[in-house]
């Protein structure tokens, strides 16, 4: 019997985690796994009257682990997702921080930087560290579904290249990031000689610029009543910054249209088994 048939990552950095595992009679088709950044416990309940669909329906029929602490000291988002894609606490897993220092000099390196591998992306222009998840020296759940059934299919997919790593494991069928340099996104030759033809469309419809410009109403946003009156805007404007054109996309609302976008768009829905190169 097939076990797992597929594996998607979904991502959007981390704080708290809101994973699903269907119940079903059979084994699940489908495993997803959801990451959010500074998302705090709370706001489940704060927010609740206003999810739609898939969160509405967690809530509804899911369960809520009250006491899902994690017993390590650093919660930077990298450390996080490695703790939560495999299980192992950062001793362990080798990702310690966002970056640290080599202890035989004074360079600090990123969590997810590899000088190893090169970036591959739609238009071969990338003049970043490529990126892979060679620094992280345990196995996690996408690989240990893909040995279960080699017929699986697993990916990562985030705004940031460490989110769509770590929680992918170490040689999922893929992992695409966003590059806020060029606006679009990209892998590296640890996942991929070149970009599967649905994503270099996508890059080249050029998205995140329709983003500009469009403006956000929050005014529906529930009051955080320990704020003591003070509370953000209602109203935001995405604005493009001449120095990082496509910066606000990453660390905005619209970064996650423009994921759910790429799930959209990916092959009709459904990311490709595609010939890859997989890491030793």
């Avoid at 739609?52 to 990298?78: D, R, S």
């Avoid at 946003?221 to 496509?246: D, H, M, T, Y």
């Amino acid at each position: 019997m097939k076990l797992i048939k597929k594996l998607l990552i979904l991502l959007v950095p981390a704080a708290l985690s809101i994973s699903f595992l269907a119940a079903a009679a059979d084994s699940p088709k489908l495993v997803l796994t959801i990451v959010i950044d500074q998302g705090r416990a709370d706001y489940m309940d704060r927010f609740g009257d206003d999810f739609k669909g898939g969160l509405k329906w967690l809530l509804e029929n899911g369960k809520i682990f009250t006491e899902a602490h994690h017993a390590h000291a650093i919660t930077a988002t990298g450390v996080g997702h490695a703790a939560l894609g495999t299980g192992y606490y950062p001793r362990h897993n080798g990702i310690i921080g966002n970056s640290w220092y080599r202890n035989e000099g004074s360079e600090s390196i990123n969590c997810v930087a590899d000088s190893t591998v090169r970036a591959v992306t739609t238009d071969g222009d990338y003049q970043g560290t490529p990126r892979s998840s060679r620094n992280l020296k345990v196995s996690g759940l996408a690989d240990w579904m893909e040995k279960t059934d080699p017929e699986s299919k697993t990916y990562g997919i985030s705004r940031k290249d460490r989110g769509a790593i770590l929680l992918a494991g170490k040689n999922p069928d893929g992992a695409f990031w966003y590059s806020y340099d060029t606006g679009q996104f990209l892998s590296s030759t640890h996942y991929y000689e070149k970009l599967p033809a649905w994503l270099n469309q996508f890059n080249l419809e050029d998205y995140p610029g329709q983003y500009f410009g469009k403006l956000w109403d929050l005014g529906r946003i529930k009051p955080n009543p320990a704020a003591q009156g003070r509370c953000g805007p209602e109203r935001l404007r995405l604005v493009q910054q001449p120095a990082s054109p496509f910066h606000g996309i990453r660390i905005s609302i619209s970064g996650q249209c423009l994921l759910f976008r790429l799930r959209g768009n990916s092959n009709d829905g459904h990311l490709p088994h595609e010939a890859r190169q997989k890491a030793g």
